[in-house]
């Protein structure tokens, strides 16, 4: 489940056009949870496949964008 996942968040991120914030991703996302996603989110991330950023204090809104966008 965790794979269909990635292969999900992946998907999102390389057909948008624009940066996205968590939420947006999850509002796309029904039936996983908030954890699930920004735990994979992050894993992606660590493994180079997506880029992210946080914004704001604390654990607030991050971002998440494809790799290549702003080569």
Known sequence: MENELAKK???IINNSNEPL???EI???LK???R???LYRLQ???GEGLIKGKSVGPGKGVWIWW???AFC
């Open 66 to 68: 494809k790799k290549e």
């Open 35 to 37: 954890t699930k996603i």
């Open 26 to 28: 999850e509002e796309k």
């Open 43 to 45: 894993n992606l991330r």
């Open 21 to 23: 914030e968590t939420k």
């Open 9 to 11: 968040i992946l998907e």
């Open 31 to 33: 039936g996983y949870s």
